[in-house]
T-cell receptor, first 118, second 117 residues
Framework: AQKVTQAQTEISVVEKEDVTLDCVYE???????LFWYKQPPSGELVFLIR??????QNEISGRYSWNFQKSTSSFNFTITASQVVDSAVYFC???????????????FGTGTRLTIIP | GAGVSQSPRYKVAKRGQDVALRCDPI?????LFWYQQALGQGPEFLTY????????KSGLPSDRFFAERPEGSVSTLKIQRTQQEDSAVYLC???????????????FGPGTRLTVT
């Protein structure tokens, strides 16, 4: 069965500090996708990144970066120079194929609540 | 363009009442998903539609939960004889059929917060 573990329930950092959110996953699939979503207080899930299991290159997008390590089944997310607007709950998710067309349902972790202190 | 919309945003039901939650996906999106998010938890998959066909309902917690998408656009999640454990946020997401590369993205609505008293 698919499983995503986000061991950090809550993290608080002072503004401008860097912060890393951990994600560890379990799957028997050889092909899968990993995701990060942000859920601000408004409640809507905001897509941040999708990573194919065959692509282990790290990715950087502005202040965000992601470190995918298949050997340790981890997909960690780092925010550099954090800002108050980064305060939210962040979810890591893993896809599972459910149809011949390749559409996939997501298995989410329990989330990490990030608070940036001004 | 318009995103995924859900209504109502908030619903309070007395235990034993039936409720219906509506999801309007992004126009042209073939795939539609329902998730349940309990307080302090991540969303959990309930069911999946491709057009009007319900291809996966493995996540529905009991036979009191029923979902439909009769014309392949708007979807309704119905919960009969609500129980307190049904209290949660119900999220709807839609996506296009993925490309040959298997890429897709699920766009989520704001959710309906259901409270059963």
């Amino acid at each position: 069965a698919q499983k995503v573990t986000q061991a950090q329930t809550e993290i608080s950092v002072v503004e401008k500090e860097d912060v890393t959110l951990d994600c560890v996953y379990e799957t028997r699939d050889t092909t899968y996708y990993l995701f990060w979503y942000k859920q601000p207080p408004s409640g809507e899930l905001v897509f941040l990144i999708r990573r194919n299991s065959f692509d282990e290159q790290n990715e950087i997008s502005g202040r965000y970066s992601w470190n995918f390590q298949k050997s340790t089944s981890s997909f960690n997310f780092t925010i550099t120079a954090s800002q108050v607007v980064d305060s939210a709950v962040y979810f890591c998710a893993l896809s599972e194929v459910i149809s011949n067309f390749g559409n996939e349902k997501l298995t989410f972790g329990t989330g990490t609540r990030l608070t940036i202190i001004p | 363009g318009a995103g995924v919309s859900q209504s109502p945003r908030y619903k309070v039901a007395k235990r034993g009442q039936d409720v219906a939650l509506r999801c309007d996906p992004i126009s042209g999106h073939v795939s539609l998903f329902w998730y349940q998010q309990a307080l302090g938890q991540g969303p959990e998959f309930l069911t999946y539609f491709q057009n009007e066909a319900q291809l996966d309902k493995s996540g529905l917690p009991s036979d009191r939960f029923f979902a439909e998408r009769p014309e392949g656009s708007v979807s309704t999640l119905k919960i009969q004889r609500t129980q307190q454990e049904d209290s949660a946020v119900y999220l709807c997401a839609s996506s296009l059929i993925p490309s040959a590369q298997g890429y897709y993205e699920q766009y989520f609505g704001p959710g309906t917060r259901l409270t059963v008293t």
